[in-house]
């Protein structure tokens, strides 16, 4: 069992006082993670790396000079979907299965930079398509809050990002990092019981993400605690020169002041009480809601009347944009090559006929079919415009309140033999409801666990903002955080 203490500042308090190394800490997750191998979240271990560099960390922590008094030797996991120098980068795909990247992601480097320990990466849907971590090489991640882990009686861990979400819930790493196209952060962390934060498009880098939907895709934040998404949100953030579309001015760290509430506009979107929504959830909606009330917010209900069009509007563009990421891989410049290869023709279509499973190929066949000539005006077009109306609903919305409080996901995490009797594009319509429309917007999201359901797995909500506001976001996360206190869960789940 492992028996770290669960937040970051805690465990780097320990490695500043000294009754613990980062060399130690490592070698008992390293094994835990052996342990839990059954759970499938890591995809590969960084063993030697970690070890490496965990003994510098502890050199560094001996000379009190940490490169970050917060992170330095901090563990941390990957997504497969973030370049990583000199680790495989799989996108769980057959396609990049031996692909060793060159360069590591800027948020990859800026954890590092600061001393973060990568102990590996993460499982997820091939390259992101999906909500579940079920359609990878690897096989599914398991949510570790299944009490029973018998083979037809686990539960998703949500996805795409599910092999990071079960990392942290797990407790074996502090941070991780997901993405986030539609809903691929907060998803798993909703059914894992952890903080997952989707930050305003442009306020993080994604050099070194493997591209899903450029105009959608962010890199997300994982962790137990709202504080600790703060800590690794403010070592990440920021300008880079490698992305063009972040932001050109530097970006303010965050401080976390939980004692406000006083005054807050909560905005509650009515069309997200939406067929298919669990009792359960709404009753966790509505209690946060008044607690929200008592404590000197003024709790409105708001109209948000694109919001069903949403999901589909965010189908069409996703594959649109699909269709056209996923033609590099033709088995000239990298990746996967097949050996069938008489002409350049048959090399390309046997190359992406073993190289994609299924749900990247029907994506890909969707998206060309929305973007031939005659269907362009039809479909992309009218996305794009109805995508408009999407976000300005938003931009209505918050002339009225401060944030808008809704559910991440519809239930509490979903038998993994249930789940895959639907269809990938099923399920994206019922997992990704409450999620994608602040993807088409560019917004922050940030689902946070709220208690546990009759099953005991955790169940979770959404905050989001208007651009830009994360420190408002984490601000009344960590106030919600105090009241409902989940993580006192975890002395059980552990
Ligand atoms: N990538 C994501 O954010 C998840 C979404 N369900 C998708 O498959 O597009």
Redesign the pocket.
Known sequence: MNRLPLRVRQISECFREKSLDPGSVVEQTLAAIDRQKTLNAFVRVATTKALQQAEQSRERWNRNAPRDVNLDGVTVAVKDNFCTKGLHTTCASRMLENFVPTYSATVVDRLEQRGAIVLGKTNL?QF????GCVDSIFGPTRNSWSENLADDQFRIAG??SGGSAVAVAAGLCYAALG???????R?PASYCGIVGLKPTYGLLSRHGLIP??NSMDVPGIMTRTIEDCAIVLNAIAGPDDRDSTTVKRPFLPIKLDSSFVKGLRVGIPREYHCEGLDKEVLECWTRVADLLERAGATVTSVSMPYTASSIFV?SIL?QCEVSSNMARYDGIEYGHRSKEDASTEQLYAKTRAEGFNSVVKNRILSGNYFLLRRNYDKYFEKALKVRRLIAEDFVRAFKDVDILLTPTTLSDAPLYKDFIRSN?RD??AV??FC??SA?MAGIPALSLPISLSSRRLPLSLQLMGDHFSEELLLRVGAWIEKEVDFLANYSEHR
């Open positions: 849907d992101g398509m999906g909500s996805g795409s993405s986030d196209t539609g809903g691929s952060t998803n899903l939907v965010y996703n990938n399920q994206c997992q990704d999620t994608q993807n």
